[in-house]
C-alpha cells in the first residue's frame, strides 16, 4: 500500500510573509501535496477565545486528527499534532523527560504523538525536538525507546531541530531510514539553509519518493515523502 506521508511546521499558522495567523493558507499548503498523514509541529490547542489549529486545519482538508500538548505557552495548549485520512486505532502523546539544568541553555517540554494506524499497518511518531543539547539527547533517547518496543513498520517525523552530521541523530540513523537522505534543506522557507525537519521509517519500507515542495506557508518548508507499506 502506497501512503503520503507530510511533516510541517506550522509557526502556529503564522504566515512567512505576510507576519498574521492564516489556517487557510497552512490547509492549502497541506492540500496541494495531497499527503494522506502528516504531522503538524508548533500547534496551538484551543482555549476560551481560539480554537484548536489541528481540528480546525483537519475541518477543512477533511482528515481525523489528534493535539498533543506539551506545554502551555502564551496561556495555551501548545505542542504537536498528527492529521490522517485513516482512522486512529490509538493515539497519545508520550512526554519527553526534561532535561537536569546543568547549563543555562533554554528549554521547553516536549513530547511525541504515537498513533497506531490500523489500516495500514502502521505506527508514526510525531515530535519537535528542541534547542538544548541535553533535551535533543532525552528526545532522541526516548524515541528509541518506543521505536524498540513498536512491533509494526515505523514513520517518525518532525522537525528535529538538528542536521543530518548531527552526532546525536546517530542512534536514529542506525535504526531508521532518511526518505530525504539528499540533504535538501527544509529552513527557512525562504532560501532554504538547513534540513532540519525529516521524514524516517522503517527499514522494510521502500521509499518511492520524497520531496521538499518550494511552498512558502510557515517559517519551514514541508518535507513529503511517498512509502510503499505491507499491508
Same mark, same amino acid.
Given at each position: 500500500m502506497t501512503v503520503n506521508f507530510m511533516t510541517f511546521n506550522i509557526q502556529h499558522g503564522r504566515d512567512y510573509i505576510k507576519r498574521c495567523i492564516d489556517l487557510n493558507l497552512m490547509a492549502q499548503t497541506i492540500s496541494k501535496c495531497q499527503p494522506d498523514i502528516i504531522g503538524l509541529n508548533e500547534v496551538f490547542g484551543a482555549d476560551r477565545e481560539n480554537p484548536n489549529q489541528a481540528e480546525e486545519i483537519a475541518k477543512i482538508i477533511g482528515y481525523y486528527y489528534y493535539f498533543g500538548q506539551a506545554i502551555i #505557552?502564551? =496561556?495555551?495548549?501548545? =505542542?504537536?499534532?498528527? @492529521?490522517?485520512?485513516?482512522?486512529?486505532?490509538?493515539?497519545?502523546?508520550?512526554?519527553?523527560?526534561?532535561?537536569?539544568?546543568? /547549563?543555562?541553555?533554554?528549554?521547553?517540554?516536549?513530547?511525541?504523538?504515537?498513533?497506531?494506524?490500523? &489500516?495500514?499497518?502502521?505506527?508514526?511518531?510525531?515530535? &519537535? #525536538?528542541?534547542?538544548? %543539547?541535553?533535551?535533543?539527547?532525552?528526545?532522541?533517547?526516548?524515541?528509541?525507546?518506543?521505536?524498540?518496543?513498536?512491533? /509494526?513498520?515505523?514513520?517518525?517525523?518532525? +522537525? #528535529?531541530? @538538528?542536521?543530518?552530521? +548531527?552526532?546525536?541523530?546517530? $542512534?536514529?540513523?542506525?535504526? @531508521?531510514?532518511?526518505?530525504?537522505?539528499?540533504?535538501?534543506?527544509? #529552513?527557512?522557507?525562504?532560501? $532554504? @539553509? %538547513?534540513k532540519i525537519d525529516y521524514i524516517f521509517c522503517s527499514k522494510e519500507i521502500k521509499i518511492k519518493d520524497a520531496t521538499i515542495p518550494n511552498l512558502v506557508a510557515s517559517d519551514h518548508l514541508p518535507h513529503t515523502a511517498l512509502l510503499e507499506i505491507n499491508e
Open positions: #505557552f502564551k =496561556g495555551r495548549p501548545y =505542542g504537536n499534532a498528527i @492529521l490522517s485520512k485513516y482512522p486512529f486505532k490509538s493515539v497519545e502523546a508520550i512526554m519527553i523527560e526534561d532535561p537536569i539544568p546543568e /547549563t543555562d541553555e533554554y528549554y521547553e517540554s516536549r513530547c511525541i504523538i504515537k498513533a497506531e494506524i490500523a &489500516h495500514p499497518n502502521l505506527t508514526v511518531l510525531v515530535s &519537535h #525536538f528542541g534547542l538544548a %543539547k541535553s533535551e535533543q539527547i532525552n528526545a532522541v533517547n526516548t524515541v528509541q525507546t518506543l521505536i524498540n518496543a513498536i512491533k /509494526t513498520p515505523i514513520v517518525l517525523m518532525g +522537525d #528535529f531541530n @538538528l542536521e543530518p552530521n +548531527d552526532e546525536k541523530l546517530k $542512534p536514529l540513523y542506525q535504526l @531508521l531510514q532518511d526518505t530525504n537522505n539528499d540533504g535538501a534543506p527544509t #529552513f527557512p522557507s525562504i532560501n $532554504p @539553509l %538547513k
